[in-house]
């Protein structure tokens, strides 16, 4: 993630620490351009250097005519993405299913009081979701609360994984390959009873509710 002038790289430097603190949640839309100009004092070119950089590795996502949006907080290998392209959508919600429930297992042994209270704040009902990009009735992609269980796991390998078959989901599910199954007061309801499984470290209930979720969340769209 090279970026040539000094104000590029403190303005690359500015946006990842929004997004590694969790102050622009997973699928949250970045402040606009001109927003971004005047909150670090810099110009439009180097914004949008700083911002394209980001976007080559996966970071953020820039969709016109609606907004720039965070995908991940840490790079996505686009060669694995390439390469899960490739397998049918099946196959992708499977390999999904598998990540998820070994990040769930592995969260309820070492989670951390801090990423607790980091995925209460991301259920809360009192903070509006992440502004969603595709629109009702066309399906949503893993969104904050399932990295920050990735990311309670502790193994930087799964959420690197992960990252990578959201972004090929997220593919699948703009194409219309795949759909949502579930409304919101489903999702959240799943949330929740995952994080009181986290919060007893519950490793077999953990299990059980993942495994229930991921396996109602998203589906293969019917080919007729």
Not at 12 to 27: M, V
Not at 49 to 56: D, F, K, N, Q, Y
Not at 83 to 108: K, N, T
Not at 122 to 147: I, T
Request: glycine share 8%.
């Amino acid at each position: 993630m090279q970026v040539g002038s000094e104000r590029a790289r403190r303005t690359l430097a500015f946006l990842r620490h929004r997004i590694s603190s969790g102050e622009w949640p997973i699928n949250s839309k970045i402040p606009t351009e001109p927003e971004l100009m005047q909150l670090i004092g810099v110009g439009k070119t180097t914004v949008r250097e700083a911002v394209r950089s980001l976007a080559t590795v996966g970071i953020l996502e820039p969709m016109p005519g609606i907004g720039t949006f965070v995908r991940s907080r840490m790079p996505v290998s686009s060669v694995l993405t390439d390469y899960l392209s490739e397998f049918s959508v099946s196959d992708l919600l499977g390999y999904r299913r598998a990540l998820e429930l070994e990040a769930a297992q592995q969260a309820a042994r070492h989670r951390t009081d801090e990423q607790l209270a980091e995925m209460r704040r991301a259920l809360d009902p009192s903070n509006p979701p992440p502004e969603h990009p595709f629109g009702r009735g066309r399906g949503r992609a893993p969104g904050q609360f399932h990295f920050l269980v990735m990311e309670a796991s502790g193994n930087n390998l799964l959420v690197g994984l992960y990252a990578g078959v959201v972004r090929a989901l997220r593919q699948a599910i703009a194409a219309g390959t795949v759909v949502e199954m579930t409304d919101i007061a489903s999702r959240l309801r799943d949330h929740l009873d995952l994080l009181a499984a986290l919060e007893a470290h519950d490793v077999p209930r953990a299990a059980h509710v993942m495994a229930q979720h991921v396996e109602n969340d998203l589906a293969p769209a019917d080919p007729s």
